[in-house]
């Protein structure tokens, strides 16, 4: 009997310690969604106010204070922007152009050079890898303003000042794609490479076609970081001619325009949205797995 009465009150206890791990299981969750559900608002606001700061005629953009909603939704900002834009020596077309074509070498460029970068520096042994690996880490605590002087006098004395290269150069390689790329590679097994050695294939080709296929997320993840960049310089410090001006430089040259112009500077920046989003929604779904796997290794 007293056996029996053990048991029963054993088995009490584990029902009431799953009733509690249940209730605070579902209660952590809720607070996890309510609060990724607010911060998700937060992020998307700015990109819904500026769509409806877009559509509105120039009387609602000054009202105080300001609406969430548009009253009179209008597309003439977006085309008193290409009548702007037409008053330029230059057509738009050319901006855009600009844009694309820089945003699509960097991309290309910089997924070539991080890749083997971060296979040499993940595989392979020699002198002086770990200070590289901790110099990479610490690169990335800097801005690029905070090297500004010494990156113009390097355009200047390289003669690459209003010229395409002083738009691609520069962020052909960065220290945060190099770093992701290289955690990725690390944790790709060594005995395929080391199978692949005793193959006869050299390190070129275990590098793109052992390595490089088995991280496809990270290469996705460091497309989205070069193209969000690369579609966001503004070279106006270091381009002086118009043909070699960039979309947003333009936008900037527009909306300081004046008041008047506030709803073409908002339809602009919508415009300069749409692509970067286009590619994050592509890829997305491998930003996540490449996080999860860039913690800090030795």
């Given at each position: ?153 390097v355009y200047s004395t390289l003669h690459i000042i209003d ?136």
């Amino acid at each position: 009997m007293a056996r029996k009465r053990k048991k029963q009150s054993i088995d009490t206890m584990k029902v009431k310690d799953k009733k509690k791990k249940i209730n605070g299981s579902v209660g952590g969750d809720v607070c996890i969604f309510i609060f990724l559900v607010l911060l998700g608002i937060f992020m998307v606001f700015p990109i819904y106010y500026s769509v409806v700061q877009s559509l509105k005629p120039t009387e609602e953009l000054f009202v105080f204070p300001p609406k969430l909603y548009v009253l009179n939704p209008t597309t003439k900002n977006y085309s008193d922007l290409f009548k702007v834009a037409a008053e330029y020596t230059v057509p738009l077309s050319r901006y855009i152009f600009n844009s694309l074509f820089t945003t699509i070498v960097i991309c290309v460029c910089n997924v070539f050079v991080t890749c083997m970068a971060a296979f040499v520096l993940s595989k392979c042994k020699f002198p002086g890898v770990k200070v590289i690996n901790r110099i990479i880490v610490i690169a990335l605590l800097f801005q690029s303003q905070a090297t500004w002087i010494m990156q113009f006098l390097v355009y200047s004395t390289l003669h690459i000042i209003d010229t395409y290269w002083v738009l691609i150069l520069p962020y052909i390689a960065t220290a945060m794609n190099l770093y992701l790329m290289r955690q990725s590679m690390s944790t790709i097994n060594d005995s395929m490479i080391e199978a692949a050695k005793v193959d006869g294939a050299g390190l070129f080709r275990i590098c793109w076609t052992i390595v490089v296929p088995n991280s496809k997320p990270a290469i996705m993840t460091i497309i989205i970081f070069a193209f969000q960049q690369a579609w966001n310089i503004n070279g106006g410090s270091v381009i002086y001619s118009e043909e070699y001006k960039t979309l947003p430089t333009i936008v900037q040259q527009i909306s300081l325009a004046g008041l008047a112009r506030q709803g073409v500077t908002f339809a602009s920046a919508v415009l300069l949205l749409i692509p970067p989003l286009v590619v994050f929604f592509i890829a997305q779904g491998n930003v996540m797995e490449t996080m999860a796997n860039s913690g800090m290794k030795d």
